[in-house]
């Protein structure tokens, strides 16, 4: 008898990545992947536990799962919590939620199925010496690949719990993230984007250039046509990356720039105990944009920090119309146990940061009008990653996946049949003019005369 598994992922492109590692050492024990929570035998939550509203919501997801349990016939099946949240609050969860069968915390993502195996007396199963380890990954219709470089973080913001439960900052080998990404690349030929994740990327290698190594030889891969990094710290590493990336000429890495300032007030920036200044993040953003002229800058502001003064919110909004900033994710201060700034005196009350986040928000998005004018008319190589009734959604070279903004362009069925031109086919790079901007997402048309690219243009 085979013993099944189903894994729900929370959480961010970090947490995907992780979840295949869980994935790979279940089949490699012997499991079979189940195609529904309802029809496991082993329901494995991978958590996340960041902020509050992201612990809210594994609280939930976990409560779901257990009622889930009461109406499905297989009664033993074991719920399995894995991960930050999971690493963060093991003696909470053991303490209050009896029905969670096993906590396993960070670090033990590889060794999953050897845990549970080990624990349930699970019968040894015939170990699996194929490289299909990624069963579902090959059915996926994903285009994106996140694959992580390092863990943990040594940085300390003091706002930060991430390296309470992650632990040190350490890097993968390089032969073995490009193990991974071929091993997936073996059985699932839709991949076509590689997003470098981890807490800290700027810290990976020994010095810069194992780092542009990594890159280089991901540019390698035929089946690789946009190269994301993700999360580079704010700081003179990340300009050097940045200069470095400039002069190779590399043909693969997008005009995207992830680099989180938190705040620009520099008093607050050192009770944040993070480096740089109003004036640094403006330099830095500058200069990446003189570099690459089509780059596009994502950033995250924490917002209502001890201390925080109204001052210091206008000055957030300074700093966002100045750098006419792209893309911006808010996130409100949560006091977090086990921080440094937890101590901290002047917490702001939890409705003013509401009010402010809300205020940054509207700030931001009178700013994102002028910004998205800017691209009418403009024409984006991009990739088609969905076909839904009658409409076709492309992400453009300067866009994450799941997180940025989508292009989406009217499927005319009529004019592809009358011109006799093959309907677009998904995971292809196609161009795409903007005619509009709504809400997040932008409009656009395919022009019909433009040919399919093999190869992204950047
Ligand atoms: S850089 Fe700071 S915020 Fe990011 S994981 Fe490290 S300690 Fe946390």
Known sequence: ME???????????????????????????????????????????????????????????????????????NKNQKLIVVGCFAQRYKEEIQKEIAEVDLIIGTGEYHRVGDIIKKNFEVPVFSKKTSTNFYYDISKQKKFYLPIKISEGCNRNCS????????????????????????????????????CIVSQDTNSYGKNIEEFISLLEDIELLPEIHWIR???????LKTKKILEKIHKKKFKKIVPYLESPVQHVSESILKKMNRFGSYTFFVDLFTYAREL??????????????????????????????????????????????GTASYHYLNQVKKKEIYYRVNQLQNFYEEQLKQITS????????????????????????????????NVLVELKYKDFYEKKIPLPKLGNFYDVTITGFATYDYIGELSLNSKLHTYAKI
Do not use: W
Request: contains cysteine; charged residues 30%; negative net charge.
């Open 292 to 337: 690459f002229p089509n780059l596009e800058i994502r950033t995250s502001f924490l917002v209502g920090f001890p201390g925080e003064t109204i001052r210091d919110v206008e000055l957030i909004q300074k700093f966002i119309e100045e750098c006419q900033i792209e893309h911006i994710t808010f996130f409100p201060y949560s006091r977090e146990e």
């Open 374 to 405: 800017k691209h009418i008319h403009k024409t984006f190589n991009c990739l088609l990653e969905n076909i839904t009734s009658g409409q076709m959604v492309f992400r453009r070279p300067q866009s994450a996946p799941e997180i940025d903004d």
């Open 3 to 73: 013993f099944s598994f189903f894994i729900t992922t929370l959480g961010c492109l970090k947490n995907e990545a992780d979840s295949r590692q869980i994935h790979k050492s279940m089949i490699l024990n012997g499991f079979k992947q189940a195609k529904s929570i309802k029809e496991s035998d082993f329901h494995i939550i991978n958590t996340c536990g960041f902020i509050e509203e992201a612990k809210k919501e594994t609280i939930e997801v976990i409560f779901d799962s257990i009622s889930l349990k009461k109406d499905i016939t």
């Open 229 to 235: 990094i993700l999360y580079l710290y704010p700081d």
């Open 159 to 194: 706002f930060c719990a991430i390296p309470s439960f992650k632990g040190k900052f350490g890097y993968r080998e390089k032969a073995e993230i490009l193990q991974e990404i071929q091993e997936v690349l073996k059985i699932n030929s839709n991949i076509k984007e590689i």
